[in-house]
């Protein structure tokens, strides 16, 4: 089976920039997306294919792509992006989704 | 506004049945590809299956495949998600997310979700 690999905790203090990663083999060939996940809440879509950012979405989380790992990029972090954050994309077939494991951003 | 609501899920004995529905509104249903996701307590996302706008074209994650039906009905704007052979792996959220037309597989919108739970 296809798996998503990210670290399971990044921690940033207020005003300085967290970076999550998110590797896995067919990165190259499938889109890459990312959703916020706070605590009794649904998730949320804040990047799609690599790195376009859906009306609503603050401009300091970015995307980017660069051969088997992507990177979500929140700038300027604040004490309200603190969330479980989850990279998604496709098998090689394009026939099943996976999702990472996710990450806890803690601000610190 | 855009919303999904889901509903149907509820305690359930290990081996029994349950049916969730999820409700769209606000946007054209019947135009939409269709996910459920789940999330069992204290755990990741895990796709579950998903269906194409016409209801003809289905893909299931390995560990429900054979136990599970993703169906729609365009005419009531409503996704299903039949559940058979439950187990208690199975207890989780489960969500129901639209995916967009901007293409690929992904989720622009979800529902605040229906618990399952497989206990005896």
């Not at chain 2, 706008?53 to 729609?72: L, P, Q």
């Amino acid at each position: 089976s296809y798996e998503l690999t990210q670290p399971p905790s990044v921690s940033v203090s207020p005003g300085q920039t967290a970076r999550i990663t998110c590797s896995g083999d067919t990165l190259p060939k499938q889109y890459a997306y990312w959703y916020q996940q706070k605590p009794g809440q649904a998730p949320v879509l804040v990047i799609y294919k690599d790195s376009e950012r859906p009306s609503g979405i603050p401009e300091r989380f970015s995307g980017s792509s660069s051969g088997t790992t992507v990177t979500l990029t929140i700038s300027g972090v604040q004490a309200e992006d603190e969330a479980d954050y989850y990279c998604q994309s496709a098998d090689s077939s394009g026939t099943y989704v996976v999702f990472g494991g996710g990450t806890k951003l803690t601000v610190l | 506004e855009v919303q999904l609501v889901e509903s149907g899920g509820g305690l359930v004995q290990p081996g029994g049945s349950l049916r969730l529905s999820c409700a769209a509104s606000g946007f054209t249903f019947s135009t939409c590809w269709m996910h459920w996701v789940r999330q069992a307590p204290g755990k990741g996302l895990v796709w579950v299956s998903r269906i194409n706008s016409e209801g003809s074209s289905t893909s299931y994650a390995d560990s429900v495949k054979g136990r599970f039906t993703i169906s729609r009905d365009n005419a009531k704007n409503t996704l299903y998600l039949q559940m058979n052979s439950l187990r208690a792996e199975d207890t989780a959220v489960y969500y129901c997310a639209r995916n967009p037309d901007w293409g690929g597989y992904n989720m622009d919108v979800w529902g605040k979700g229906t618990t399952v739970t497989v206990s005896s």
